[in-house]
Nanobody
Framework: QVQLQESGPGQVKPSQTLSLTCTVS??????????WNWIRQPPGKGLEWMGA???????YYSPSLKRRTSISRDTSKNQFTLQLSSVTPEDTAVYYC?????????????????WGQGTQVTVSS
């Protein structure tokens, strides 16, 4: 079974860069016909799709976050990463990585077959 696990610092200072890693097991970020996504949920808010990377390495971003978001991967470790620059307290959220068969670009749970457990990131000085 495909499993995803987010990891990274739980606290980030305003104006700095948030960096998270998603480790994939039971599947391959290079071989699976799938998109590997980053999705977040601020407290009391809905899910927000941030971006994704395909098995070919092609990257896609949410227009609202494109200027601050970078998604990359480490194929040797079967990992993909998220970097969000110039963070503010409004970036405080639970961050998830998730797998989808097609590029959905939505915050709808049903569009994704596998999810990580999520990791809390708090932006605070």
């Amino acid at each position: 079974q495909v499993q995803l696990q987010e990891s990274g610092p739980g606290q980030v200072k305003p104006s700095q860069t948030l960096s998270l890693t998603c480790t994939v097991s039971g599947g391959s970020i290079t071989s699976d016909y799938a998109y590997w996504n980053w999705i977040r949920q601020p407290p009391g808010k809905g899910l927000e799709w941030m971006g994704a990377i395909y098995n070919s390495g092609s990257v896609y971003y949410s227009p609202s976050l494109k200027r601050r978001t970078s998604i990359s991967r480490d194929t040797s470790k079967n990992q993909f990463t998220l970097q969000l620059s110039s963070v503010t307290p409004e970036d405080t959220a639970v961050y998830y990585c998730a797998r989808s068969n097609v590029l959905k670009m939505t915050g709808w749970v049903r569009d994704y077959g596998y999810w990580g457990q999520g990791t809390q990131v708090t932006v605070s000085s």
